[in-house]
């Protein structure tokens, strides 16, 4: 018992010690933290607000609060509530499109291809209809992905010669998903500045730092990668961390123009970023078969480390697809949320999506007559007095803008609309080029839209002509 007592002597001695020899500040500090473990544990209260309003007072405030609107004001003559008023569509919008009980040449809507009405196109849709019901009623995690929809991702990548595909249901939510789903904070993606507002949303959901090039100037674009392999040498220890995107589109929804793809993919290699292309318009489009934009200037898409497209345009189906490595396409199924959180697509519209590919294999003369309609019309349009064409002459999307554009935007939208109603009451439907003016990055000049498709003889592309040539003199010169 006595060598049990010995030891722990020597350790009570060894404290008195340690505290004696412990500096006098030290003491002091661990002196308070124990009186203030103690206030908080005996003397502290629970926290309970007192009121400091009567109820009277309360009531005044209550009765004297007026909320924030919802949403904005929006006056009662803008344009785009008086179009939804006057323009009625009625059946099918095919090459015709039948506006307030008047058949008009359908120049508005793009139908490249005229997939959207095809007969063949319908039947397959409605065979699918019949088997599968109207929709899926769920994600393609959770009990929402059918066969058709593994046949269609199969044969997207077959069709873009890319190893694997991913199916959206909503072409917007394609891109604006992808995105995030690669880009985080801190990385840095290189955007041209006159993308379409699908790829904007995709910048600010990716949180990323967001460097701006001017719309298709390459040297500009260079100049940011200089900049930014500069930075990059000051702190390497972040520049090893650091992610770099590339966004471009191939064929732009704004300006109807196309993106020199050869020389992005010769930057792309020098500066080491990663390459990503929205081939919306220009898939189903360009190229022999209609790969778009990789096709068109013969180079490989494995050049690209991304394509995303909607089949909402040339396909005539809803929805938009990914492709390119399976490892990429794969974590897009783990992380891109428009895949992860949407029901799938309807499985009739994929159907359709299917039966549009077999025709453009089957049929790729309707890309030379698409084309040649293009042209056609482009130099046309080239012709109207008092105008600009914005876009290349193969673009089945075209801008019309006043060659001498007002200070005031609002009075050329409302010259625009004149003219577009003129068209119409002429038999020709054609629309203006819609923004969300106060959320585009950079806003484009107003513009008429044109969109041409494969199916419009030599005569309706003179009459359409003819219509905007007038409705444009009648207009500008009064």
């Known amino acids: ?40 544990l005996f003397f502290s209260k629970a926290y309970a607000p007192e009121s400091v309003l009567t109820e009277k007072e309360k009531e005044e ?22 179009a939804m008023e006057t323009n009625i569509i009625t059946g099918k919008p095919g090459k015709y ?58 044969k997207l990548a077959k069709f873009m010669n890319c190893e694997e595909a991913i199916l959206y249901a909503f072409g917007f939510a394609t891109i604006a998903s992808a995105i995030p789903a690669y880009s985080k904070r801190g990385d840095v993606i290189f955007a041209d500045e006159g993308v379409c507002f699908a790829i904007q949303k995709g910048l600010v959901a990716s949180r990323s730092k967001i460097k701006w090039f001017k719309h298709n100037d390459m040297e500009d674009l260079e100049r940011l990668l200089l900049e930014q392999a500069k930075e990059d040498k000051k702190n390497p220890k972040k520049a090893k961390v650091t992610r770099r995107f590339l966004v471009v589109e191939g064929l732009y ?7 020199p793809l050869p020389k992005l993919v010769e930057l792309k290699w020098k500066y080491k970023v990663r390459l990503f292309v929205e081939e919306s318009l220009s898939f189903g489009v360009l190229g022999s078969s209609g790969k778009g934009i990789t096709e068109h200037y013969n180079i490989s898409p494995d050049e690209v480390d991304l394509i995303a497209a909607s089949l909402e345009n040339a396909i005539g189906s809803t929805g938009g697809f990914c492709c390119g490595k399976k490892y990429i396409i794969d974590h897009q199924r783990l992380s891109g949320l428009g895949y992860c959180f949407s029901a799938s697509l309807p499985p009739m519209l994929a159907t359709a999506a299917i039966e549009s590919l077999r025709l453009i294999g089957e049929k790729p003369r309707m890309l030379v007559e698409l084309r040649e309609n293009c042209e056609k019309i482009h130099k046309r349009l080239k ?3 008092g105008t600009d064409i914005i876009g290349e002459p193969l673009s089945p999307v075209k801008h019309i803008r006043l060659a001498e554009p007002s200070t005031d935007r609002d009075f050329d939208l ?20 819609r923004y969300l003016e106060e959320e585009e990055h950079k ?36």
Not at 61 to 80: C, K, N, T
Not at 461 to 474: R, T
Request: aromatic residues 8%; glycine residues 4%.
């Open 414 to 433: 409302q010259t625009l609309q004149k003219i577009a109603d003129l068209s119409r009451d002429n038999k020709v439907a054609i629309t203006l080029a």
């Open 443 to 478: 806003l484009p000049l107003p513009s008429i839209r044109i969109s041409v498709n494969n199916q419009l003889s030599d005569e309706e592309i003179d009459n359409v002509s003819c219509v905007l040539s007038d409705a444009f003199q009648k207009t500008i010169s009064h």
């Open 61 to 82: 405030l209550i009765a004297e609060w007026q909320p924030e609107p919802l949403a904005p004001e929006i006056p009662e003559d803008h344009p785009v509530l008086k």
């Open 253 to 259: 929804m704004n300006y109807g123009d196309i993106c």
């Open 1 to 40: 018992m006595a060598s049990a007592f010995i030891p722990q002597t020597w350790e009570m001695y060894d404290m008195i010690q340690a505290l004696l020899q412990a500096p006098s500040y030290h003491l002091f500090f661990e002196a308070l933290l124990i009186i203030w473990i103690f206030k908080l």
């Open 97 to 154: 499109v039948n506006i307030n009980g008047k058949s008009c040449v359908n120049m508005a809507t793009l139908n490249f291809l005229g997939m959207a009405g095809n007969p063949s196109v319908e039947s397959a849709a409605i065979e699918t209809l019949k088997k599968y019901g109207v929709g899926s009623c769920g994600p393609r995690g959770f009990y929402g992905t059918m066969d058709v929809h593994l046949e269609l991702e199969e």
């Open 383 to 385: 012709e109207i007095n």
